[in-house]
């Protein structure tokens, strides 16, 4: 079945630090990946839709100038949290969706970011 | 997309039948009835998706009822790997569109 691989899954650094997250679509095309975040003992929370070619979209109250996004080719998305504060410590997982046919969302294993 | 209801939680003995039930009152025709779990510390994990007619795969049954307001999702012979958060989610089945994710049932399967 289709598989999203999400890299890192585990990221501890310093305050003041930026992260990138890689999400790929290991064997689909994705022209739309999504971005959540999930802090403890809550659901997951969509931060962004990124959109291959184009600016991401980003959910009211999401930085865009904090959660950089890009969607540079079919099958990789990019997050980087800048300059990353103890706030942004959470659960960073993404999902795609094979753009052929009606195909369910397929999500990556996440990322735990700890930043100190 | 129409909301959902699921209880927050619910026990289930090893190799029994966990029944799943989730509450859509709200649901448009176009609309289908998906399924996912997530397991502790991992994302989530598609399970099954249905419009209208009971679906089967290898992992779990779905049944809807007739009017389409309400659904099970049905775990035959449920293994101690099969605890998780369960997410029942209503949507229109086409391009781009993400999930929203409600609170979800916290299934324990119990030895």
């Known amino acids: 079945g289709a598989v999203v691989s999400q890299h890192p899954s585990w990221v501890i650094c310093k305050s003041g630090t930026s992260v990138k997250i890689e999400c790929r679509s290991l064997?689909?095309?994705?022209?739309?990946m999504f971005w959540y975040r999930q802090f403890p003992k809550q659901s997951l929370m969509l931060m962004a839709t990124?959109?291959?070619?184009?600016?991401?979209?980003?959910e009211q109250g999401v930085e865009k100038d904090k959660f950089l996004i890009n969607h540079a080719s079919l099958t990789l998305s990019t997050l980087t949290v800048t300059s990353a504060h103890p706030e942004d410590s959470s659960f960073y997982i993404c999902?795609?969706?094979?753009?052929?046919?009606?195909?369910?969302?397929?999500f990556g294993d996440g990322t735990r970011l700890s930043i100190l | 997309d129409a909301k959902t209801t699921q209880p927050p939680s619910m026990d289930c003995a090893e190799g029994r039948a966990a029944n799943l039930p989730c509450n859509h009152s709200?649901?448009?025709?176009?609309?289908?009835v998906y399924w996912y779990r997530q397991i502790h510390s991992q994302g989530p994990q598609y399970i099954i998706h249905?419009?209208?007619n009971n679906e089967t795969n290898e992992m779990a049954s779905l049944i809807i009822t007739e009017d389409r307001k309400s659904s099970t999702l049905i775990l035959p012979h449920a293994t101690l790997r099969d605890t998780a958060v369960y997410y029942c989610?209503?949507?229109?089945?086409?391009?781009?569109?993400?999930?929203?994710f409600g609170g979800g049932t916290r299934l324990m399967v119990k030895p």
């Open positions: 999902s795609a969706r094979d753009s052929r046919g009606n195909q369910p969302q397929h």
């Open positions: 064997d689909f095309q994705a022209t739309t």
């Open positions: 990124s959109n291959e070619g184009s600016k991401a979209t980003y």
């Open positions: 709200t649901i448009s025709g176009n609309e289908y």
């Open positions: 249905g419009l209208k």
């Open positions: 989610i209503v949507r229109v089945a086409d391009a781009g569109n993400m999930l929203t």
